[in-house]
């Protein structure tokens, strides 16, 4: 059964468009909806902190929004840059490259024992030329 509730509806007439209260259902689909319809699905248990961050809500919500995938992301990289003897001297956000590193490899000789300055952002330099955004140049 669909759930019915109050929903501002646009409506027009000939002459004018005006908003209106009416109740409505509102359809909802959701990822797990398909399954029943594939012959076969896998599904993987993984660490939620490392390899999901939902984005499902406008900037400034408390919740899965993008304030929160930027913070996840940045936990999730200076864990492995504190995983491997890296350290910190303030709090802030760190990204590192897709280019450097996907999932924490390639990481020991550019962070081990090393001090960072947050914000941080590690990233490849092609010929001598910095991409962009606030970096620390390796």
Not at 16 to 36: E, G, N, P, T
Not at 82 to 90: D, R
Request: glycine share 6%; aromatic share 10%.
């Amino acid at each position: 059964m669909l759930p019915k509730r109050k929903y501002l509806i646009l409506m027009r007439t000939v002459k004018k468009l005006f908003l209106k209260r009416s109740m409505a259902s509102k359809w909802r689909s959701f990822v797990f909806d398909v399954f029943k319809f594939s012959e076969c699905f896998t599904v993987l248990e993984v660490a939620r902190n490392e390899e999901f961050s939902p984005l499902k809500n406008p900037p400034g919500s408390i919740k899965c929004s993008p304030e929160t995938c930027l913070n996840d992301l940045s936990e999730l990289h200076k864990s492995w840059i504190q995983k491997l003897g890296g350290s910190f001297t303030n709090d802030g956000i760190c990204e590192i490259s897709p280019l450097v590193s996907a999932s924490g490899e390639n990481l020991d000789s550019l962070v081990k024992g090393k001090v960072f300055s947050l914000p941080l952002h590690l990233e490849q330099h092609f010929n001598g030329q910095s991409t962009n955004g606030f970096h620390s140049k390796l």
